[in-house]
């Protein structure tokens, strides 16, 4: 399996853009999640889905951003419009089941800039 | 609530020496501990895991014993090489689909 899949890799907008970051799971992987990496506030777990329905976003940070998982193998996290404070790396993960002993598999990362 | 505190870095070694990074936690219940690596420009990995009490997760040279009654999950290595230098996350799984994540500790070896 080529893991879980994420583009863009990089991405550069401006201040007011909206941006969209795409994730691939691992196929037959029930679980997807989006986190976010800073310095200042290290790894935040954003939302998750399970059989692609939201289950918590407590950790969404506000009404600017958004996720979407329309089918078992792609999900959309959208921030509009975005701001600097948005700039950090994006990780999404998946995982086959639910449970305590269950490993979370993350993608490469979207690095975002919002100039 | 559940949390994870780790040793702040960056931990600084010569190639060869012994690794602790320490990690306690606070939860309810019976959680799973894991230690998650993240190379540089790369995601977090799965390096080893314990799920009960006294289990001891290994991979790759590193160890970590799951201690109930220190509540800590500490990562040790007895020789690092250079290719170790990466961001080690502690991290635990309780009840929920959740896993709650330390803030990271750098590690730096070098030759």
């Known amino acids: 399996d080529a893991g879980v899949i994420q583009s863009p890799r990089h991405e550069v907008t401006e201040m007011g853009q909206e941006v969209t970051l795409r994730c691939k799971p691992i196929?037959?992987?029930?679980?997807l999640f989006w986190y976010r990496q800073t310095m200042m506030r290290g790894l935040e777990l954003l939302i998750y889905f399970n059989n692609n329905v939201p289950i918590d976003d407590s950790g969404m940070p506000e009404d600017r951003f958004s996720a979407k998982m329309p089918n078992a193998s792609f999900s959309t996290l959208k921030i509009q419009p975005s701001e600097p404070r948005d700039s950090a790396v994006y990780f999404c993960a998946s995982s086959p089941y639910a449970g305590t002993e269950a490993e979370q598999f993350f993608g490469p990362g979207t690095r975002l800039t919002v100039l | 609530g559940n949390s994870v505190t780790q040793m702040e870095g960056p931990v600084t070694l010569s190639e060869e020496a012994f690794l602790t990074i320490n990690c306690t936690y606070t939860?309810?219940?019976?959680?799973?501990l894991f230690w998650y690596v993240q190379y540089p420009g790369e995601g977090l990995q799965l390096l080893l895991k314990a799920t009960k009490a006294d289990d001891k997760g290994s991979n790759k040279g590193f160890e970590a014993t799951y201690r109930k009654e220190t509540t800590s999950f500490h990562l040790e290595k007895g020789s690092v090489q250079v290719s170790d230098s990466a961001v080690y996350f502690c991290?635990?799984?309780?009840?929920?689909?959740?896993?709650?994540f330390g803030t990271g500790t750098r590690l730096q070896v070098f030759p």
């Open positions: 991290a635990l799984s309780d009840n929920t689909d959740k896993l709650i």
């Open positions: 196929s037959g992987h029930d679980y």
């Open positions: 939860a309810t219940g019976y959680p799973s």
